[in-house]
């Protein structure tokens, strides 16, 4: 008998605003998402090492298992490009097995490796109504360097992800054009819902919020420095 879920994937990198897009996806009622279900296996491998091996070796039957644990008519999760190094599944796999394919991304690759950087020196990933962010505590100096070479790697990923994409219909989404300001959130909604055969919602406000509200500029002590050695590496044009 055929699986009648309604089904998607939302394909992406790091700091795009996927856990944004999954927590408004939660608030329908006919759709349970799953947020990084195969990188948060990952983290528990050395603990609890059978969800790890499931995901890993037998990855459909694993999905199936989380379908029918959520107990909804619709699931989704995301998918990053790094978790193919963690389970056997792919593109054409999700696409093979009836997903619907949302592809996410922060076309800012400047921002998004900033952004990176930034969270992982605070320990803040994320924001939520029940946390308190110190803006304080995110002022960080860039290793030049290291930064510039992290600066290609998300560039490269903005890449790799079109390319990987390129043979399967799917839902362009892009984080500044479409869930950086919540004016634009009710309206994007409304195309994912239409887009996977939802009736839309009224959306009511995201658990999630931006990490820091400062520009870059002033969260990064070196900000101008990096910036003028990224374009003569021929990294940036304008910013």
């Known amino acids: 008998m055929k699986d009648q879920r309604k089904k998607l994937v939302v394909f992406c990198n790091g700091r795009s ?3 944004l897009l999954g927590s ?3 608030q329908h009622p006919e759709l349970h998402f799953d947020f990084e279900k195969f990188g948060n296996v990952v983290k528990d491998q050395y603990t609890n090492n059978l969800p790890y091996y499931f995901s890993k070796y037998l990855p459909a039957q694993y999905l199936k298992w989380r379908m029918v644990k959520a107990g909804k008519s619709g699931y989704g999760l995301s998918f990053h490009l790094y978790m193919y190094e963690h389970t056997r599944f792919r593109i054409r796999d999700f696409h093979d097995h009836g997903f619907k394919i949302i592809r996410l991304n922060r076309d800012n690759a400047l921002e998004q490796m900033l952004s990176h950087k930034v969270a992982f020196a605070s320990k803040n990933w994320h924001r939520t109504k029940l946390s ?17 070479v992290s600066l290609k790697h998300f560039q490269k990923m903005h890449e790799q992800l079109d390319d990987e994409l390129a043979p399967f219909p799917h839902l362009r989404l892009s984080y500044g054009r479409d869930l950086e300001s919540a004016d634009c959130h009710q309206e994007t909604m409304n195309r994912v819902f239409n887009y996977l055969g939802l009736d839309p919602i009224t959306l009511e406000a995201s658990q999630f919020s931006k990490v820091y509200k400062k520009p870059y ?3 990064v002590d070196n900000y101008d420095e990096f ?7 021929g990294l940036l044009q304008e910013v």
Do not use: C, F, M, R
């Not at 308190?132 to 510039?148: Q, R």
């Not at 910036?227 to 590496?233: D, G, P």
């Open 17 to 19: 605003g996927s856990h």
């Open 217 to 219: 500029s002033e969260l």
């Open 24 to 26: 408004y996806l939660n």
């Open 132 to 148: 308190s962010v110190d803006e304080g505590s995110a002022k960080i100096s860039l290793d030049i360097t290291k930064a510039l």
């Open 227 to 233: 910036i003028q050695e990224a374009k003569k590496e």
